[in-house]
């Protein structure tokens, strides 16, 4: 019986909040500060309107590009990173940032070309991944293409790869989103995947652990209902039995409930049939654990896993076997016996502090071929 693994699942109102993320609205807002070259220039011409006019621009620009961070910043937590839904608002934001950075250009000149990375920038934000590279990749090409045709402007390659290292990374963080949100709702479904295998296993261990003892308790009871009139002794014998079977059954029933923690002698017997059968190992194991006295039942169980888990990693076994009395329990395989120190491994010293602890003794042996672990209570 394996350790049921505690699965920690994240609130509904935790994983569905809406709201800015104050801190991401914050970096975003100093990238603006990349503003300051044409609000500089448009204050160096004051004296005309066309500096006011570039200033003002420049201002609205800004506070729009904001107002599009924040609206991407406002979606629920875990969201992946997605386009505006709205398509034909999203071409009236960029093109409405356009006519800004055009006439920012046209007031105070070359250095309002500045604006055109924030609009390769949005164009990534408000139309994905497709039409943003295409826009982006577009706004560039026509920046660039104006520093080198327009009158008194000078040609500016660091503007042309600014612009372009823009759009990457922004691309670059919105599949970086994505690809974190996809891993985070794996991680989720494997919690749920494995706490509903956790559920399955521990019914499973229930129905090992009860079915086979409750049929021999309803077996005696009928059993010793025939024979209170013709053997009244035996009749009390039987139900002698049935109270320490009940007795049993229940205790293993409480150590599988309680925390799922304690190990029970028909839960390891099932595992390892499991295990076994997966490591292509015959077993031959007992099909009912009724003889085995109630207080050596958990130390057989230990006896159970750390033999089989041997057997598994170490023997290259074709055959193993479990015996079982009421006070000695034996695990015994075909493998390679002589190849295996029966002092080495904390498995084997921790069992038999176990076993002591009950004034029992660990036998190891090596045979030819095989190798036997076995306990022994008195």
């Known amino acids: 019986m394996t350790t049921m693994t505690p699965v920690t699942t994240t609130p509904l109102d935790d994983a569905t909040r809406i709201g800015p ?9 100093i990238w603006l500060l990349y503003l300051a070259a044409p609000m500089e220039e448009g204050w160096k011409q004051r004296d005309q309107v066309s500096g006011w006019i570039g200033m003002v621009a420049t201002v609205v620009f800004g506070l729009i590009y904001l107002a599009v961070f924040v609206a991407l910043r406002f979606r629920p937590e875990g969201a992946p990173f997605r386009p505006m839904e709205n398509r034909p608002r999203a071409f009236l934001v960029l093109a409405v940032q356009v006519a800004l950075g055009v006439t920012i250009c046209a007031a105070i000149g070359q250095k309002g070309t500045a604006a055109a990375v924030y609009i390769a920038v949005q164009c990534v934000i408000c139309l994905g991944a497709g039409w943003g590279w295409i826009f982006g990749v577009a706004t560039a090409a026509v920046t660039y293409t104006a520093s080198i045709t327009v009158s008194g402007w000078h040609e500016d390659r660091g503007l042309l790869f600014g612009i372009l290292v823009a759009t990457l990374a922004i691309w670059g963080i919105s599949q970086a989103i994505n690809r974190n ?3 985070l709702a794996v991680r989720e479904e494997n919690a749920r995947l494995a706490l509903a295998d956790e559920r399955n296993r521990f019914a499973r261990d229930l129905h090992d652990i009860l079915g086979h003892s409750l049929t021999v308790i309803t077996v005696k009871a009928e059993l010793a209902n025939r024979l209170f009139d013709a053997d009244p002794e035996r009749a009390r014998a039987e139900v002698r039995d049935l109270e320490r079977l009940s007795r049993d059954a229940l205790a293993d029933v409480r150590r599988a409930v309680e925390g799922y923690r304690e190990l029970t002698l028909p839960g390891e017997l099932s595992r390892a049939r499991s295990a076994l059968s997966a490591a292509e190992i015959q077993a031959d194991l007992p099909n009912s654990t009724d003889d085995v006295a109630g207080d050596v039942r958990e130390l057989f169980a230990w006896t159970v896993r750390e033999g089989i888990t041997n057997v598994i990693r170490h023997s290259g076994a074709q055959h193993c076997r479990v015996r079982l009395s009421a006070r000695e329990v034996e695990v015994v395989d075909d493998g390679r016996g002589s190849a295996r120190s029966a002092e080495a491994g904390h498995g ?18 090596t045979l030819d071929p095989g190798f036997s672990l076995k306990v022994v209570v008195p």
């Open 21 to 29: 993320r104050r801190w991401g609205v914050f970096f975003a807002a």
């Open 348 to 365: 084997l010293v921790g069992l038999r502090e176990r076993a002591a602890a009950l004034g029992g003794t660990v036998v190891t042996s």
């Open 181 to 183: 949100v996809e891993v």
